[in-house]
Each structure stands twice: as structure tokens, then as C-alpha cells.
């Protein structure tokens, strides 16, 4: 079964960096993509970020582009958000999720496995 379990979130001031992992916690299979969700309070989870397998392809919100860099690396079990130019907006719990299948997907009921979130603050 795959477990993920995150760590990296904080407390950054507008503008900083921050980098997210999310860790495998069990041998993966080919053709798993992963995804970056989040949710602020109040708010209905969406979408920040997905990569299909292999690294084929990539998705990333109108509201962060430009500004978040999802990677995977499969020798290590990982994937990161790295988020750059980060905005008051970008207050939420990230959640780190996975899927087995290869194409790209956006959805949050498209990912069966899941980390704890994480809190990421961005003072002004």
C-alpha cells in the first residue's frame, strides 16, 4: 500500500521561498502521479499542482504558474512543491496525494492516497 507522509510546511513572510516534500513510505510501481492540493479555511480543497507518471507532463493552477515548481525523484520515493513569490493567498494546508495510473489528473477524487497536510502561513 502507498503511505505518503509530508513535512516542510511554516511560517514565511510575502514573497520568501518554501520547499514541500512528500515522502513514499513503501516501494512504488511504475506510472504513479502525484499532486499538490490545498485548502484554506473556509474553503473548498483545489488543486495547486499534478505530475503524471514518468514526469510526462505537468499541471499547475492560473493562480500559482510562474511562481511553484512540482518535481518528482523515484530513486528516492519523493515529490516537491518548490513555491517561490509567495503570496498571503498561498495561506493553506497542503496535501500531498498520489495515484496509480499514468495520465495526469486535476481532481482530488481522481487521488486515492494522501499525506497528513501541512501549514503553510505567508505573513503581510
Known amino acids: 500500500q502507498v503511505q505518503l507522509v509530508q513535512s516542510g510546511g511554516g511560517l514565511v513572510q510575502v514573497g520568501d521561498s518554501l520547499r514541500l516534500s512528500c515522502s513514499v513510505s513503501?516501494?512504488?510501481?511504475?506510472?504513479?502521479?502525484f499532486g499538490w492540493f490545498r485548502q484554506a479555511p473556509g474553503k473548498e480543497r483545489e488543486v495547486v499542482a499534478t505530475?503524471?507518471?514518468?514526469?510526462?507532463?505537468?499541471y499547475y493552477s492560473d493562480s500559482v504558474k510562474g511562481r511553484f515548481t512540482i518535481a518528482r525523484n523515484d530513486a528516492t520515493d519523493t515529490t516537491s512543491l518548490q513555491m517561490d513569490s509567495l503570496k498571503p493567498e498561498d495561506t493553506a494546508v497542503y496535501y500531498c496525494?498520489?495515484?496509480?495510473?499514468?495520465?495526469?489528473?486535476?481532481?482530488?477524487?481522481?487521488?486515492?492516497?494522501w499525506g497528513q497536510g501541512v501549514q503553510v502561513t505567508v505573513s503581510s
Open positions: 513503501a516501494r512504488t510501481i511504475s506510472m504513479t502521479g
Open positions: 505530475i503524471g507518471g514518468r514526469g510526462s507532463s505537468r
Open positions: 496525494a498520489a495515484r496509480d495510473g499514468w495520465s495526469l489528473k486535476t481532481r482530488p477524487s481522481d487521488f486515492p492516497y
